[in-house]
């Protein structure tokens, strides 16, 4: 049974500088709240492991948590840039960004490796693309049947893994519905998973037999943050705000106006905080 | 450029002429942006069976709204089944399932090959765009890949600093030789023409210009020397009901993402 | 989408002497209704892939359907042997029966590479066992990566796979839920699928936007056969008749009780029969 | 051979003594027949708290009656969540989660390897048993391997016709020398003792007499000469309580099948 904890001491107790940390989240359930505390613990030298790098990673870039990316698209979904992102890499601010770059396939296929324990994940990809001139961790390995070369990446095994789920219940046991991305592969590839949930409830009322629960014994620490995921979605409990999406693409172009950002609503704020953030479901 | 009077936008002319080339019968996967609203206009018009699935794991979506990205709940809301990314690029993408790929990109190639990665040398960017995202084995595994994109000669150019998906590579059968059996890039939709690739050489030709666009004017948003089909044909302007359609659906999209 | 066909139509049309045919069904769902057709149209030089073979294959291998079996797990489950499956293989009755034989693991690995369109699946495997000496389908990749050696068998490709499920929409969209077992990646991996459902319905009426669905293009043929899943069992329409599961073992164990119940159950039987056959929920 | 007058079976105290063995965070990977009953027993006794997973996808079950199949629709109604196949052998059992697999077979010999695939050649076999199914990858990936089989000569053989699934090899560190982390068969629990690998050359070794058993009777079942402790102990005899809730089970599920 997993550990129910506060944000600030799930953070304190398992994210330490310099770990491998993967915080998933496709669009939906991205776990904002998780990524705000770390940033005011100072946590520093972090390798980030994301599909979609999105606002969470460019803010943990930005204050310059971050020594590494692994991603494989880093941008403000219908929106444009990430700036923080783009200003680390360009130019080195607040310090150089070295990144690992794959595409979503072989992203998606190196946490289902991670999840099954398996050293690489192997996949038809990167066909006559240049990814694998930079990438050194894009290898292959040749189909014992038929000869075909395939591509192969490491998996992805993170120190800890960080999702928001729609809730627990009082052993643990965590419900994901709706676009559940790569979550379950992120918390079963991870050594150890923290999962912030909107709510704690007696019965999960999961819907399906095949409904996408993660048994409370995978799982390191539980904590409930309402509106945990603003402003990314919850599904059934608030909508993505698409507004703020929109919003921050002026607020993170420039470096004072971002760290006034962070000022105002990391440092100065509470996992609390996250609750008045959710829109209407 | 489009004149006003024409009655329709060159951003609608592209979009409305890359849904009319969407069959009944396709799987399409979309991407965010153009490809979204042409792939939801067929789905409004003339393809009312099209499944479309983008790649956050929603199939047979049916959205009211365009989604401002891949994932909104909106997609979830309404789509046959959501499943988990991993089996998205497995079973259905690297499975062979997707009948039309969308794509776009920063810049591209007379043989379709796409740039969404960086503009300069890759360890040190002049401008670090978002990267592949799914479009390497997009391009590798739909049957054939549909691309939207402005022209512009910094967009349309004479060579790639860096390939981030495979269209046609060098040319020819260069495709096959890499083990490829899908036919790659097949149209290229753009604000004032339409292109396809030479059948043999597989160099990317004008075979329709857009009402009010010329050959010169199509030539000069182009930094590689641009070939037109001996046939070249006028794309039919936009009908009442294909504006009228796409405009409300993004007068719905405007009101829905200005809500918070 | 699919044809809504008769089951004599859908298996006269799709399957064919020589095919080889994947018919899953994890205990749960297994389409016995459609074994029994296949008997019916006396279907020869099958090569039949399933991880259990039960007694739906047993039926199949003592009418001489089969060839070939490829298989993990050859016993009629909590009873004992499948004594057809034994006769053939101990004594060539009715005719020699070619083995190729995995593990579970390899088995269910191998159907998700097949809808996968991969040519082989790789896992951890096999350690210390005999199987790979008698199986030259057993092979090994090196992780390019860490060096270390893992199993690979070659992807399911199957001519033709056949399920059962819940129920199916009028598009021919079909719902599985309970274990599920690999049929999904049985239909995916397969060139044709033909799925039986207990019903066609207006609305699936799927409990959860993550229940298990194959869309209606994804299958060649659908057809209605209640109670097409007996002895085995559909969830939340009938049980699993674990009686009959025990009284086969009488029934199969001698070649002329086996013969007069194929006559008696299948050859005089259509698949109306199977609705009359199902216990209560 | 237990004499009536002890007031339980010898199969009823083999369960129990598997029963016994079973910790409440335990996560199970469990096998029809013996280790069904096991399992449910510790979970209705001293391991409420226990984890079972069946094979066929079902995670954290709790059937009020034993499953004829590792698949009946009890395992599922009564499951936390139910997974498909792949998953459950690509994420759970080789994602190393199992904290105790339950292996029994038809064969087994003095380094707990399993024999559940033939006895003769394997082309020609006299008798052609199931096979392994899940065993082969259940007893590398398990932390470590309970087994539970009645003795007798035939069963406790000198030598295996077939390794279905490795023990302890040839002893020793044999699995080690394959690269494996878990612990192998820790535990074999028969109707007559129970055995325990030597933790050097992990050669099975009777630690403990069931009531009413003899060394003599032991050796008698076994085609290898057996080795015992220096310390043998009796197992303790069922309490009331174990004998009456198994009781109760099998009671409650042989009510269940015989339906129809």
């Known amino acids: ?281 | 450029m489009n004149a006003p009077s024409l009655g329709f936008t060159a951003t609608e002319m592209m979009t409305i002429a890359a849904a009319r080339v969407l069959r009944n019968d396709d799987v399409c996967f979309v991407g965010i942006g153009a490809p979204s609203a042409a792939c939801n206009l067929a789905r409004l018009t003339h393809a009312p069976g099209i499944t479309l699935i983008y790649e956050s794991g929603t199939i047979g979506t049916e959205p009211d709204v365009l989604p401002l990205s891949i994932g909104d709940g909106e997609l979830c809301d309404t789509a046959l089944t959501t499943v988990a990314v991993p089996e998205m690029f497995r079973y259905w993408l690297q499975g062979g399932r997707i009948t039309v790929g969308f794509l776009g990109g920063a810049q591209i190639d007379r043989f379709a090959n796409l740039n969404t990665t960086v503009v300069g040398p890759y360890d040190a960017p002049k401008v670090r765009l978002p990267g592949g995202g799914g479009a390497p084995e997009i391009a590798a595994h739909s049957r054939e890949i549909f691309i939207t994109m402005a022209m512009g000669s910094r967009a349309f150019v004479e060579k790639l600093p860096f390939i981030t998906s495979m269209g046609h590579g060098t040319g020819g059968d260069h495709r096959a030789r890499l083990g490829l059996k899908t036919l790659g890039p097949t149209r290229v939709m753009t604000d004032r023409c339409i292109l396809e690739p030479d059948p043999d050489s597989k160099e990317l030709t004008v075979v329709s210009l857009h009402p009010g666009e010329t050959r010169e004017g199509v030539e000069a948003q182009c930094g590689w020397p641009l070939k037109f089909a001996a046939d070249l044909k006028e794309t039919p302007a936009p009908t009442a009901e294909e504006l009228e359609v796409l405009r409300a659906l993004h007068e719905r999209t405007r009101r829905a993402h200005a809500g918070g």
């Open chain 1, 1 to 281: 049974m997993p550990a129910f904890l506060s944000l600030a001491e799930a953070i304190a107790t398992h994210v330490k500088d310099g770990d491998t940390l993967a915080m998933e989240g496709f669009t939906h359930l991205i776990p904002y709240a998780a990524g705000h505390e770390i940033i005011r613990q100072g946590r520093k030298h972090l390798t980030l492991i994301r599909m979609t790098p999105d606002i969470l990673y460019d803010q943990l870039i930005g204050v310059g948590a971050a020594d590494k990316l692994i991603f494989s698209w880093g941008g403000n979904p219908g929106v444009g840039s990430l700036h923080r992102l783009r200003d680390a890499v360009e130019n080195g601010w607040p310090h150089k960004l070295a990144i690992e770059e794959h595409s979503h396939a072989a992203m998606a296929n190196a946490y289902e490796a991670g999840a099954a324990n398996l050293p690489f994940a192997t996949f038809r990809g990167y066909i006559g693309a240049d990814l694998p001139k930079v990438n050194p961790n894009i290898r292959s390995v040749t189909c014992p049947f038929t000869g075909e070369v395939l591509a192969a990446v490491p998996a992805h095994r993170p120190d800890v893994s960080i999702i928001h789920a729609l809730r627990a219940d009082r052993k643990g046991n965590v419900l994901l519905e709706g676009i559940v991305g790569v979550q379950k592969e992120a918390v079963l590839a991870a050594k150890k998973a923290i999962v912030t949930v909107e709510e704690i409830v007696d019965d999960l009322g999961a819907p399906s037999p095949n409904s996408v629960i993660l048994p409370g014994w995978t799982i390191t620490a539980v904590v409930a943050v309402p509106g945990g995921a603003h402003p990314s979605y919850a599904q059934g409990y608030y909508k993505r705000d698409n507004a703020f999406y929109i919003a921050w693409d002026p607020i993170a172009r420039e470096r004072d106006t971002f760290l006034a950002w962070i000022d105002a609503h990391v440092m100065r704020a509470t996992p609390a905080d996250f609750a008045a953030r959710r829109p209407a479901a």
